[in-house]
């Protein structure tokens, strides 16, 4: 009998070295329009960017967010900021909107969100009347879909553009802009305890706004993002950060890159795969951002009028001509810390907006495609794993 137990042993060992010898690569995500945003009369929205994009009780939530109804911005343009909420619900293998309507507290955009088991909780952003320093979290039932808003505790800091995540219904609050700088900020906010409040974190090694925030491996990663500067031209960065909760430390990992050049990186969307993988969908590499600023630097510093108005029609047609942002879809690897090239994506890179997973989907929903101009497009893409042989 113990010969025959050994025996068994043999191919369950060499089982074991083969899952070991193996990795999770992902494949081209495949890609389709799942619906677009609609206005109170039925038509098409322009789109938001910066709106609340979660999942949450199998339904996915559009909410706030902003954009300009009549006019461009280098048009005079005034931006308007939403206070509508929208779910888009999955029936009989399509996407419908819900026909019940419902509002935020007050109109926002370019908060921080995330998906808990609780509800999804929004912090931060910006309204008409400046900064913000207000969280709440959005539940809904089903079939019923009653949407209830209740307030969380205020943030220590008002902040706008700052990254949202969470490690079970833990949720993490990560930099961000303040009014005239961007801020170093980390802090997480325990739901489970019947008190909540916002205790702080060791503080990022760097002021970042407009960063990628992922909670994936018990780790809290920031990839890319922008930091304000007095000059008014922000510093670019091409920086993976990550937070160990084990040693209670933040790590400096490998900078973005396709695999072949490094790329600054900000505003843009991603989501954790498998237990070691994190799929970034497009975002903006700041060479048209940048210029633009530098010309608003000049227009400021510049005595002369004429000098001023050939300045601004420079600015402007970087914006009037933008070809859109970077289309490629990135994976860095938890484990190896390394970056690679997937494929770019099939349609206009969606910025300003946050990716979440609807089963073992993936969700991009509304966002600014080029500058001023924003889609109401909600695409879900199917991401599918494999195991391949490591390289030895």
């Known amino acids: 009998m113990n010969k025959y137990l050994f025996s068994l042993s043999i191919p369950f060992m060499l089982m074991l070295t083969d899952v070991s010898a193996q990795e999770t690569i992902i494949k081209p ?7 677009k945003l609609q206005n109170a009369d039925g038509s098409t929205s322009l789109g938001f960017a910066g709106a609340v994009n979660a999942v949450y009780n199998d339904a996915l939530l559009v909410a706030g967010g902003a954009n300009f109804p009549d006019k461009m911005p280098w048009e005079g343009g005034k931006k308007y900021y939403s206070d509508k909420i929208q779910i888009l619900l999955k029936q009989n293998r399509h996407f419908v909107w819900s026909t019940k309507t419902s509002k935020l507290p007050e109109p926002i955009a370019y908060c921080g969100n995330t998906s808990t088991d609780l509800g999804v909780v929004y912090a931060g952003g910006e309204g008409q009347n400046g900064l913000s320093n207000k969280v709440f979290i959005i539940t809904w039932d089903t079939p019923e879909l009653n949407v209830s808003v209740k307030k969380l505790p205020d943030l220590p800091i008002a902040v706008t553009n700052t990254g949202l995540t969470n490690i079970g219904n833990v949720v993490y609050l990560v930099g961000g802009d303040e009014e005239k700088s961007s801020s170093d900020a980390f802090y997480k906010l325990d739901l489970n305890v019947k008190d909540p409040i916002w205790q702080k974190l060791p503080s990022l090694p760097v002021q970042l706004g407009n960063a990628l925030v992922i909670a ?7 990839i890319g993002g922008r930091t304000k500067t ?5 510093d670019l960065h091409h920086t993976t950060y990550a937070y160990d909760f084990a040693a209670g430390t933040w790590q400096k990992l490998a900078d973005i890159s396709d695999g072949k050049q490094t790329t600054n990186f900000s505003a ?5 795969v498998a237990n070691d993988l994190i799929l970034v969908t497009g975002g903006d590499n700041g060479e048209v951002f940048h210029k633009i600023e530098n010309y608003i630097s000049q227009i400021a510093t510049s005595q002369s009028q004429q000098e001023k108005d050939n300045l601004t029609l420079e600015k402007n047609k970087l914006s009037i001509t933008h070809k859109g942002f970077y289309k490629t879809q990135l994976v860095y690897n938890t ?7 997937l494929v770019d994506l099939p349609f206009p890179a969606q910025v300003t907006t946050t ?3 609807w089963g073992a989907d993936i969700v991009l929903s509304n966002g600014e495609i080029k500058p001023g101009i924003r889609t109401p497009a909600v695409m879900i893409g199917k991401i599918e794993t494999s195991l391949a042989s490591k390289r030895q």
């Open 268 to 272: 843009g969307a991603g989501v954790a």
């Open 335 to 341: 484990t190896k810390n390394t970056w690679t090239k």
């Open 355 to 357: 990716a979440t997973k």
């Open 216 to 222: 994936q491996a018990d780790k809290i990663f920031v």
């Open 230 to 234: 007095p000059s008014g031209i922000s």
């Open 29 to 35: 995500v495949k890609w389709c329009t799942a619906a």
